[in-house]
């Protein structure tokens, strides 16, 4: 089922009012995800959201832009938009896509190991930020074979969240990581991705990702990079937004998250098993992201 979008409401699209949307908007607290298949036939106007946002453009043409930005969008597109970069679309013609909407950390991450894949990273995470400094067409793009192999996942998703039967939720994560990661094995890096140090710098997330639950230091990871610690430093920002030892602490919480989901063991060996150095130490970097401590968060689980 296909459903024409109407974007006559002032209140959404207004060109003079900057609309910003919340995954709440669309979701509920307990499962973050929306999804839809529509058609565009008029101007999408400026507007932010704190969620990311995965498109796959299935027939028509529209101008994408992004960050005062202009990109030509057709069939084979994907585009992944990050939460608090502002677009919209201009000149729309009989713009069709997939429109999945979700919040990546309580929805995919914490289950799965898929943060792993080379290509999830270079997708989800490096594309989208890097795609704003440089000039390129997409980020990615489905030849006619793949892009169907694509549809095929979207209209299982799309078939759950439309019927909403007993159960719905974990097929749909299933289903939905089955297209995240189809997606993943199927990117291929452009001119951009291998722009100065970017691959190399993605090798160490691979690391970063292996090795959690060992000693993980910045003069490692930059000469793996072939660079000097403050050029790995300022590179690796540029990449992922955050530093690399912020980037670490993350993905070990995210990793003790999984462990007081799915084992019994205590918090002092969860934060052992992740490379905390104590916790004390694990407990404090816990609720300074959480805002609960490791205990509370389990004992809502």
């Known amino acids: 089922m296909t459903i024409s979008v109407d974007n006559s409401d002032v209140s959404l699209y207004n060109p003079d009012i900057m609309k910003e949307f919340k995954i709440l908007d669309f979701a509920g ?11 565009h ?25 992004v960050e005062g930005k202009k990109y030509q969008i057709g069939k084979g597109d994907v585009l992944v938009l990050l939460p608090g970069y502002v677009h919209e679309l201009q000149n729309v013609n009989e713009l ?25 990273q270079s997708l989800f995470l490096y594309q989208p930020m890097n795609q704003y400094y440089n000039e390129y067409h997409t980020y990615m793009y489905l030849e006619d074979d793949k892009l169907n192999e694509a549809k095929l996942l979207c209209d299982l998703v799309l078939a759950e969240w ?30 951009t991705t291998n722009s100065y140090k ?44 955050v530093s690399p030892i912020d980037y670490v602490i993350n993905c070990r919480l995210t990793l003790a998250c999984k462990m007081m989901k799915n084992t019994t063991l205590s918090i002092q060996q969860i934060s052992t098993t992740c490379g905390f150095g104590d916790k004390v130490s694990f407990s404090r970097l816990f609720k300074n992201r959480f805002r609960i401590t490791p205990g509370e968060y389990r004992k809502k689980l």
């Open 198 to 241: 970017a691959k190399d710098i993605i090798k160490t997330v691979s690391y970063i990702q292996d090795n959690l639950d060992s000693k993980i230091t910045l003069s490692q990871l930059s000469s793996m990079a072939c660079l000097s610690e403050r050029q790995y430093c300022r590179v690796f920002k540029e990449i992922y937004g």
């Open 162 to 191: 439309n019927e909403r039967k007993v159960g719905y939720k974990w097929v749909i994560k299933s289903y939905f990581l089955a297209l995240i990661t189809y997606l993943s094995r199927n990117y291929s890096p452009n001119a």
């Open 96 to 120: 069709e896509i997939y429109n999945f909407k979700f919040d990546l950390d309580k929805l995919i991450l914490l289950d799965t190991d898929i943060e792993k894949l080379s290509g999830f």
């Open 29 to 39: 607290i307990d499962f973050p995800f929306w999804a839809m298949k529509g058609k």
């Open 41 to 65: 036939t008029d101007a999408f106007y400026s507007h932010t959201h704190d969620f990311i946002e995965l498109e796959i453009v299935v027939s028509g043409t529209a101008d994408h832009i």
